[in-house]
């Protein structure tokens, strides 16, 4: 079964630099959350879309920006990159606002900034 | 506010024992609750959710948890550990009555089987 895809799996940037994640969702999923995972700690939850509207926003920096596109798939825009953004990052996905439903998540994407 | 707690960093147990992995939850509304499991470099993956009705519920490679209302715990089981277990494993809780779908996340514990 189709899972979802993130790309890049891995990615080095330099401060100040930009960055930009993609997301594609689960087939027919309408849903997608974005989380980032620091070194050792829990998944925090950035953002959230539902049918191309932000639906939800969590601990996200003004830095950071994100949409959904006509086809699901989600991209993740990072600025002026911090040492400290380094960290893995997640987008799961869902098929609609169903609150008994579990998330699926990509297998992430490595942010490593020097 | 939704949160959740894992008191555990680490869980150690010998292969063929039975393993616990603690959560307690706190919601303001009635909880929507679930476990997942990551092994390292790799996504979350999704083992089991209670939802409502029976307080035992049963999810994947024989894991399953305990709903428990009165504690606000929902502890993840399994009666003989396998060294293939080993990985870090996270509780989440959806709270019902928050309009919102984002799952709030566990520190992790870190479940170490040894042979």
């Known amino acids: 079964a189709a899972g979802v895809i993130q790309s890049p799996r891995h990615l080095i940037k330099e401060k100040r630099e930009t960055a930009t994640l993609k997301c594609y969702p689960i087939p027919r999923h309408d849903t997608v959350y974005w989380y980032q995972q620091g070194p050792g700690q829990d998944p925090q939850f950035l953002i959230s879309f539902y049918e191309k509207m932000q639906s939800d926003k969590g601990s996200i920096p003004d830095r950071f920006s994100a949409q959904q596109f006509s086809d699901y798939h989600s991209e993740l825009n990072m600025s002026s990159l911090e040492l400290g953004d380094s960290a893995l990052y997640f987008c799961?996905?869902?098929?609609?606002?169903?609150?008994?439903?579990?998330?699926?998540f990509g297998e992430g994407s490595r942010l490593t900034v020097l | 506010a939704q949160s959740v707690a894992q008191p555990e960093d680490q869980v150690n147990v010998a292969e063929g024992n039975p393993l616990t992995v603690k959560c307690t939850y706190s919601?303001?509304?009635?909880?929507?609750l679930f476990w997942y499991v990551q092994y390292p470099n790799r996504g979350l993956q999704f083992l089991l959710k209670y939802i409502t009705g029976d307080n035992l519920v049963k999810g994947s490679y024989g894991f399953e948890a305990e709903f428990n209302k009165s504690q606000t715990s929902f502890h993840l089981k399994k009666p003989s550990a396998l060294v293939s277990d080993s990985a870090l494993y996270f509780c989440?809780?959806?709270?019902?009555?928050?309009?919102?779908?984002?799952?709030?996340f566990g520190s992790g514990t870190r479940l170490l089987v040894r042979p």
């Open positions: 989440a809780v959806r709270d019902r009555a928050d309009s919102s779908y984002k799952l709030i």
């Open positions: 799961a996905s869902s098929l609609g606002q169903v609150d008994t439903g579990e998330l699926f």
């Open positions: 919601v303001s509304g009635n909880p929507y």
